[in-house]
């Protein structure tokens, strides 16, 4: 029985050798390193973003010949309302040529693309997620053993939460390509692209809402 077993062996090692094993009919998922991504929660950070593109603007200054014109955002969105104002304060701010016409400037323009994942895979923790609750766990543990004050109980789960919290953001399926230009004639100058991750319900604050349509009846 054992030499059955050792001939079978053999012959299907020898019987795989005739095949390829590393091979597969479609490439192989693989993951990309673990990075971040900022989420865009608050009229705040749109003025972040406003002041980070008028510096990265200001800089390219040398190589634009016009004032500047900064062009209303296609889309009426209060994104676009919002950082057109923003824009326009931080860029004054910063010695900049801005016009209110766009006779004889070059333009800064903007675009916001808003994308919504329907069918993604879960996203990892970040390193030491699970580190940090586990160990808040085993402090409050202990101090159930060691400590008498019920009060003094919960020191250990508030200081976690208060060193926790600030650091957790929740994961969103939402996300916002924005971009920033300046043209003059058929010639781009300056083009900067941010991408961050934004509320569910905050869509509306960057793409308009869907017309809604309302079906009449009609009786002849």
């Known amino acids: 029985m054992v030499k059955k077993l050792l001939v079978c062996g053999v012959c299907a090692g020898l019987l795989s ?9 479609a490439p ?22 406003a002041e980070h593109e008028a510096e990265l603007i200001t800089q390219s200054l040398p190589a634009i010949t016009k004032p500047l014109y900064i062009t209303e955002s296609a889309q009426e969105t209060p994104f ?3 950082f057109s104002a923003l824009l326009t304060s931080k860029l004054v701010q910063q010695g900049a040529d801005i016009r209110t016409r766009a006779d004889g400037a070059a333009t800064i323009r903007y675009q916001v693309e808003v994308l919504e994942h329907t069918d993604r895979d879960s996203v990892r923790q970040a390193p030491g997620t ?17 400590w008498n004050a019920p009060e003094i109980l919960l020191a ?10 600030g650091n957790r953001v929740a994961q969103s399926n939402h996300e916002v390509i924005i971009t920033t ?8 100058l300056h083009s900067s692209s941010n991408i961050y991750y934004i ?15 309302t079906t009449i009846p009609v009786t002849g």
């Open 17 to 25: 050798g005739c095949f390829q094993t590393n091979t597969s009919q």
């Open 28 to 49: 192989l998922a693989s993951t990309y390193p673990i990075s971040e991504q900022q989420k865009m929660q608050a009229a705040h950070h749109w003025n972040v973003l």
């Open 80 to 82: 676009g309302r919002g």
């Open 130 to 146: 699970w580190t940090a609750l586990a160990a808040g766990v085993a402090v409050a543990a202990l101090s159930v053993e060691k």
């Open 156 to 165: 250990p789960a508030a200081i976690g939460a208060d060193l926790y919290s």
């Open 181 to 188: 230009q300046i043209v003059q004639g058929n010639r781009v």
């Open 199 to 213: 509320n569910g319900g905050d869509k509306n604050h960057y793409n308009p809402p869907e017309p809604s349509t």
